[in-house]
């Protein structure tokens, strides 16, 4: 008898897909004369950070957006950052303004990301856009939360007539990026939902209701198999860099190879939710170039 192993939800094959879709939409914007716009700002010298900034500007380049990219020394001050904001927010040709997070300590970080203006904000973290989902009016989402909903249309658990409708979702993590937001796609989805976080009593068990199972802990193997129900399907938000002594290398919040014998779907970490992030980070930046046009 050979193993159970769940399918993989491959975000690279799926963020090509939908990034080829934007690509011919962004061909016929600039037919009209409108080039779609993104501004990526970095405060520091945050490796991590450096390397999604520059991921996230070359993936403009890739679908023929124009991206500006302004990298400002940690020493800059709340002011001058939320000058430049003003100034983008002025700035015609920018489409959607991103600051990457995490801002210097000297910074609030609530005051920079309520400057952007709403109709700018792709990463959907405005007060503005955060009530318009919730209200179920979305505008701009959160970046990862709407690519993890991707993945469930394209295993087609929601979309063309289908949706979560008797289905138990668990999401565990309630962040503003992540939890929250997913939380509440996923209710707008019909499903049942359960929120969890650290003050979860026996999360194990919750997580064994799940049909549809997303982790976004920021703990490294945190979900086990035996926290899975059989054929669940699970998304793996979490990216982890393990110590060198462990291998030094990328992992999720998911125990992979012990939960790949249990789940019906599961997305790997790399190459699952990490690409359809920046993919909707294009999406979202297309939806405000065409929101401008009109
Ligand atoms: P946060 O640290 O903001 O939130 C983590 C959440 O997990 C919190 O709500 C916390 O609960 C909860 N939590 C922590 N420990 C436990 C526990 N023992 N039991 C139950 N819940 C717990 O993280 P983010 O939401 O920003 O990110 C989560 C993960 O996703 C990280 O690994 C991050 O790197 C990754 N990420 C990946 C992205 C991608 O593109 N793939 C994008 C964004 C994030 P409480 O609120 O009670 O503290």
């Not at 390397?51 to 400002?72: D, E, I, P, Q």
């Not at 993945?151 to 008797?166: P, Q, Y």
């Not at 920046?278 to 939806?287: A, D, H, P, Y």
């Amino acid at each position: 008898m050979t193993a159970h192993t769940a399918i993989r939800i491959d975000g690279n094959a799926l963020a090509a897909k939908v990034r080829d879709r934007i690509a011919a939409d962004v061909t016929a914007l600039k037919s009209r004369g409108i080039t779609p716009g993104l501004a990526v700002v970095l405060v520091g010298e945050d490796p991590a950070s450096q390397v999604y900034v520059r991921n996230k500007v070359a993936a403009c380049a890739k679908v023929g957006m124009h991206s500006v990219m302004h990298r400002l020394p940690v020493s800059t001050t709340e002011a001058e950052l939320l000058a430049l904001i003003d100034a983008l927010n002025r700035d015609a040709t920018i489409h959607g303004i991103l600051v990457q997070l995490p801002v210097p300590k000297h910074i609030n970080e609530k005051r920079v990301l309520e400057a952007v203006a709403a109709a700018k904000d792709v990463d959907g973290f405005h007060a503005e856009n955060v009530g318009a989902l919730m209200i179920g009016e979305p505008r701009f989402v959160s970046c990862t939360p709407a690519g993890c909903m991707e993945m469930l249309k394209d295993i087609g658990l929601i979309g063309e007539g289908a949706d979560l409708r008797g289905k138990h979702a668990v999401v565990v993590g309630r962040s503003n990026i992540v939890g929250k937001p997913m939380a509440m796609l996923l209710l707008h989805a019909n499903a049942t939902v359960t929120i969890c976080h650290s003050g979860t009593k026996d999360l194990a068990a919750q997580c064994h209701q799940a049909d549809v199972l997303v982790a976004a802990v920021g703990r490294p193997r945190f979900i086990t198999a035996d926290m899975v129900k059989p054929g669940a399907v699970v998304i793996d938000v979490g990216i982890n860099r393990l110590p060198e002594s462990e291998g030094g290398k990328l992992v999720g919040d998911v125990d992979f190879d012990g939960v790949n014998q249990v789940a019906g779907y599961l997305t790997p970490v790399p190459g699952g939710v990490g690409p359809m992030t920046i993919t909707m980070l294009l999406q979202n930046t297309l939806v405000a170039a065409n929101l401008a046009a009109k």
